[in-house]
């Protein structure tokens, strides 16, 4: 069975850091891209960050571009985002995904981040 | 970047045939995709590469579509498929998605 299970999540002022976590079992990981997902409080899904299998390609939104850093451990099976100067628009639940075939086919239950004083 | 225009909203009753149209901003080849969200839950991928049933989704899913117009067709509708649908495409980057259709089944 595939798990995605994302951890590192909480709550966090503004311009400050976090890391979220995804640990992944039951398939390949190390074969198959990934992504972040986020979704603020009642709102619609953003994408956020995707990472090939090897590292070699990474994209991101450019609402993130410059303070989130996508990055994976294939030994440890598991995705990473580093958030660094975080602002409340930054508040979602954070979602990971892996990708096949071009499309996101399994994902994580979401570990919520908050930005606030 | 890519945008994905969906309606916002849509009331159907059961057994009837419902579509929720995408429509991109430029053209995503077939790099398109449809997910279901229920609250509370993740995501569920539904659809791939614009017309690609995902395993053990029922066959009432299905879609079509190139280049900037998509279409998700629930044929017949039940019940159990009061959710949000979104698509989302993978061709060019930022990898985008629509602002989601919420599916009411009256």
């Known amino acids: 069975e595939v798990q995605l299970v994302e951890s590192g999540g909480g709550l966090v002022q503004p311009g400050r850091s976090l890391k979220l976590s995804c640990l992944a079992s039951g398939f390949t990981f190390s074969n198959y891209g990934m992504n972040w997902i986020r979704q603020a409080p009642g709102k619609g899904l953003e994408w956020v960050a995707s990472i090939s299998s090897s590292s070699s390609y990474i994209y991101y939104a450019d609402t993130v571009k410059g303070r989130f850093t996508i990055s994976r451990d294939n030994a440890k099976n598991t995705l990473y985002l580093q958030m660094t100067s975080l602002r409340s628009e930054d508040t979602a639940l954070y979602y990971c995904a892996s990708t096949h075939i071009a499309a996101m086919r399994y994902w994580g239950q979401g570990v919520m981040v908050t930005v606030s004083s | 970047d890519t945008v994905l225009t969906q309606s916002p909203a849509l009331a159907v009753s059961p057994g009837e045939r419902v579509t929720i149209s995408c429509r991109a901003s430029?053209?995503?080849?077939?790099?398109m995709h449809w997910y279901q969200q229920k609250p509370g839950q993740q995501p569920k991928l539904l659809i791939y590469?614009?017309?690609h049933l995902e395993s053990g989704v029922p066959a009432r899913f299905s879609g079509s579509g190139s280049g900037t117009d998509f279409t998700l067709t629930i044929d017949p509708v039940e019940a159990d498929d009061t959710a949000t649908y979104y698509c989302?495409?993978?061709?060019?980057?930022?990898?985008?998605f629509g602002s989601g259709t919420k599916l009411e089944i009256k």
């Open positions: 989302q495409q993978s061709w060019n980057d930022p990898f985008t």
């Open positions: 430029e053209s995503v080849s077939t790099l």
């Open positions: 590469l614009a017309s």
